[in-house]
């Protein structure tokens, strides 16, 4: 992914380039070649940023919203723990014995399977 980005940003920074070393007797592209070449950047940009980000974004809203107590969670800075309450926007997670932090639902990475830290 990050490569074909890269790979898109270096011919868009070589367009101008090749334009300049065009004769000057060659037939410069329409008003129709015009439009097809912004309507392929615009279908590229909707499948390589804007629909995979749409939908991490909707996964990512139903997971806090299935957030409940006992579930076995970890936080994007790492923490792993399971939940003792649940509040509109915090949690409280439990990550030893009678240590608990709060943390706010957004920081949720991933919810984990039960039982997956006792094998921890």
Do not use: C
Not at 25 to 44: D, P, R, T
Not at 83 to 94: C, G, K, N, P, S
Not at 105 to 120: E, M, Q, R, S, Y
Request: net charge positive; charged share 20%; hydrophobic share 50%.
């Amino acid at each position: 992914m990050k490569t074909f980005t890269l790979l898109l940003a270096t011919l868009a920074a070589l367009v101008p380039g090749l334009a300049m070393a065009q004769d000057p007797g060659a037939g410069s592209m329409g008003v129709m070649g015009q439009v097809i070449f912004f309507a392929g950047f615009i279908l590229i940009f909707y499948f390589l940023i804007w629909r995979p980000q749409s939908k991490r974004a909707k996964e990512h809203k139903a997971l806090m919203s299935g957030l409940n107590k006992g579930d076995e969670v970890v936080t994007s800075g790492g923490i792993a723990g399971r939940i003792t309450r649940v509040a509109d926007d915090f949690i409280l997670v439990e990550v030893a014995d009678n240590v608990e932090l709060k943390v706010q639902k957004v920081a949720v990475a991933t919810a984990l399977p039960k039982g997956t830290l006792k094998d921890i």
